[in-house]
């Protein structure tokens, strides 16, 4: 190993970045397994569907559709996955981002329905139920004690079935899904600015994936460049010392989770604004976004850039399930790969504190046997004089 | 009224066998969240034995079947908690993270395995769903006019094993010792890793025996797409609500599983027909009450000192 090398290895962003394609390159190799296990024939092509998703069209005009249509859901998923890392950030598992996206649907979803609203005034109330949700995790935890995770879960199932409640009154009279936002209301729909010229005129590509991404790089900024950023990082830390320098530790919890509640809901307003998907009011499991958000966040090495990427990777596979030959494969293998990326994901500190313990040791290594030449030099020096 | 009763029972069972090994698991010092992916593997493997019983073996009397359902569920859990325990105890991963990742994993792995065996058999069938209507009936008795089930029975051995395991044995009482303070199990003479283990291991078994008995609660099928609804988790708040000790658990399982039960069976009381609410209300009702319970006992809790930090040797 040469010096070049190692320096690149002590790297903490190089080192992210090599455990996350090693989680990546693992869940595919599994996956991989899983598919040979079932149906040792297709299994080959089945990976490689999964992995091309769009790509498998060969017509480049029908491709850059189907990609607009990934980066569609990319947006959502992007900011579930920030809320994940926010508050992971400050030493906060926000499990309950799932059911700050569903809340944040159904309120956007009946204020564009109900109400009629405009795209933008349904977008701030989808964050804003969204917020509250958060909100109440955090008085929870602060005030009265309550795991943030099992609070999370709680309120995971309840906003689901709050949610199908109040969007039973706007749903089709023939199907349990709600009426198409662009049917009922267009003003609900959010613009595309042309975006849609890019992508072969696919109408679901809109002004949400830029501001998502200018969100991702806005979160970087308020964790790395402000001061409540790292106050609430000092939070995360240690709680206790956060308290002893004067940090309201308390607030720092809620203030925290109506963060992460507020970026889950706004991700859901993205996505169901644009009418790509309806919401199923008799849906008996809570939306998958909200966990996928913990696969992006941890993928993306716990950094709001990173997730950018993870967050694509993450939609792309899952997207690409839809590929697989029906006859022999379900599109689940997605979803069983990307959670054995979250396993995987859970080893990488170790790996990363074994790399560096590795590079320590080999560095004590060469500077003893420097200087015992050194040494050795020395006493030859000495001895030659006597 | 009977109806409910039954329910409330079932599901009872269910929170108090799952809650026991969240029990048993924090008592050793790890905090196993990942129970809810662990009830859906075993019951994943208590389902595919009856399929099969009722496929191939059709003659099989009822005390084969309970046997064989009961064993290879809580052996489906075990296999599958190690995920857990190599994770949490040997290579020290995010007790969080791991368990999140199992619950996901769990879920999306039985539907693979339940689409695959049905494609498999019938290129038509791309249902997740088992089918077990035949040999369930192995598994009840009558007692009067109440319709008991055996795995109730099983749930007051298990509650028996607990309380006797964890307060009247030497194993019990070193393993919470490395539930609260590791190091000074290890200083006299404890293995820390070799407890947690069984820790772990013991909350597999008790979660995927929890996992079949929540599946064959009153439907005759299950679609695997479906987990168990957050179930894992009601049973950790079943557990914090019982401060982490058996006999208060059995108690906070049957108030749980009560408001479980009612939705289940709220169309037979006049009473509550003609309140007329959305059958989501009922659905929610038991997550409602657990946050309610939760705010209210959370202050004081009693959990193990030591939970959820790995354990490392080498640390002062």
Redesign the interface.
């Known amino acids: 190993m040469n010096l070049k090398m190692r320096t690149l290895l002590k790297n903490n962003a190089f080192q992210a970045i090599l455990s996350s394609l090693l989680c990546i390159l693992g869940g595919l190799i599994i996956g991989f397994i899983v598919l040979l296990f079932i149906n040792p024939g297709g299994a080959w092509e089945g990976i490689t569907d999964l992995i091309k998703n769009f790509m498998n069209y060969d017509n480049s005009k029908v491709a850059i559709k189907y990609f607009g249509s990934t980066l569609v859901k990319t947006a959502p998923l992007l900011m579930c996955s920030l809320s994940i890392l926010f508050c992971y950030k400050v030493g906060l598992f926000n499990i309950g981002a799932a059911g700050q996206y569903g809340l944040g649907a159904g309120i956007a979803l009946y204020a564009a329905l109900a109400w009629g609203m405009p795209w933008w005034i349904c977008m701030i109330l989808g964050t804003l139920a969204g917020g509250i949700l958060g909100l109440l995790s955090g008085v929870l935890k602060a005030y009265c004690n309550v795991n943030e995770v099992i609070s999370g879960i709680m309120l995971n199932w309840i906003s689901l079935y709050g949610v199908n409640i109040l969007l039973t009154g706007v749903k089709e009279s023939t199907s349990p899904y709600t009426i198409s936002v662009s049917g009922a209301n267009k003003s609900a729909i959010i613009p595309t600015l042309g975006l849609d010229k890019l992508f072969n005129n696919n109408q679901y590509v809109t002004l949400a994936v830029p501001l998502a991404i200018i969100i991702a790089v806005a979160i970087w900024v308020l964790l790395e460049k402000t001061k409540l950023g790292y106050e609430l990082k000092a939070t995360g830390n240690n709680k206790n010392a956060a308290k002893y320098c004067g940090m309201a530790e308390k607030r720092n919890i809620i203030l925290t989770l109506i963060i992460g509640g507020a970026l889950a809901g706004l991700g859901a307003a993205m996505f169901y604004l644009t009418g790509y998907e309806q919401w199923n009011c008799s849906a008996s499991s809570v939306p998958t976004m909200g966990f996928n958000g913990i696969s992006a966040a941890f993928l993306g090495g716990l950094n709001p850039i990173g997730s950018i990427f993870s967050s694509f990777f993450i939609q792309h596979i899952t997207m690409g399930g839809a590929y697989l030959d029906k006859t022999m494969y379900c599109a689940q293998i997605s979803d069983l790969i990307s959670a054995i990326i979250i396993y995987l994901c859970g080893f990488v500190l170790f790996l990363r504190y074994m790399m560096n313990i590795r590079i320590a040791r080999k560095e004590e290594k060469e500077a003893l046997a420097a200087k015992s030449i050194s040494d050795d030099a020395e006493n030859n020096k000495e001895g030659g004089e006597a | 009224m009977t109806l409910l009763i039954e329910y409330t029972l079932l599901y009872a069972s269910v929170l108090i066998l799952v809650a026991l090994g969240g029990c048993f698991s924090e008592h050793s010092g790890v905090i196993n969240?990942g129970l809810e992916g662990i009830m859906v593997i075993g019951a994943l493997g208590g389902a595919l034995t009856m399929s099969t019983i009722a496929q191939s073996f059709p003659g099989a009397s009822a005390l084969v079947i309970v046997l064989s359902v009961i064993l290879i569920s809580m052996l489906f859990g075990v296999v599958y908690s190690s995920?857990l325990a190599v994770?949490?105890i040997n290579?020290?991963?995010?007790q969080?993270?791991?368990g999140?990742?199992?619950n996901?994993?769990g879920?999306?792995?039985a539907?693979?395995i339940v689409?695959?065996i049905n494609?498999?058999a019938n290129?038509n069938n791309?249902s997740?769903v088992v089918k077990y209507i035949q040999p369930k009936k192995a598994f009840l008795f009558h007692v009067g006019d109440f319709e008991l089930n055996w795995f109730m029975v099983v749930t007051l051995i298990a509650l028996a094993f607990a309380y006797i395991t964890l307060y009247k044995t030497k194993f019990g009482l070193r393993m919470m010792a490395c539930g609260e303070h590791p190091q000074a199990a290890d200083s006299v003479g404890i293995n820390v890793y070799k407890m947690r283990w069984a820790g772990v291991l013991i909350s597999g078994a008790l979660g995927g025996l929890g996992g079949i008995v929540y599946i064959t609660a009153g439907v005759s099928e299950w679609k695997f797409?479906?987990?168990v609804?957050?179930f894992g988790?009601?049973a950790?708040?079943v557990m914090?609500f019982g401060q982490w000790k058996p006999q208060r658990i059995a108690l906070a399982a049957l108030l749980f599983g009560l408001f479980r039960a009612l939705s289940n069976v709220y169309t037979g009381f006049d009473f509550m027909v003609a309140l007329n609410l959305?059958s989501?209300?009922y659905?929610?009702m038991p997550?409602?009450i657990?946050?309610i319970v939760?705010?209210?006992t959370?202050?004081k809790?009693r959990a193990p000192k030591a939970e959820g930090i790995p354990y490392d040797k080498g640390q002062r």
């Open positions: 969240l995920l994770a949490c290579f020290k991963g995010d969080t993270i791991v999140t990742a199992i996901i994993l879920t999306a792995a539907t693979v689409k695959a494609t498999a290129p791309v997740s797409e479906y987990g609804a957050g988790f009601l950790l708040a914090i959305p989501g209300v659905n929610m997550y409602i657990s946050l939760l705010a209210l959370s202050k809790s």
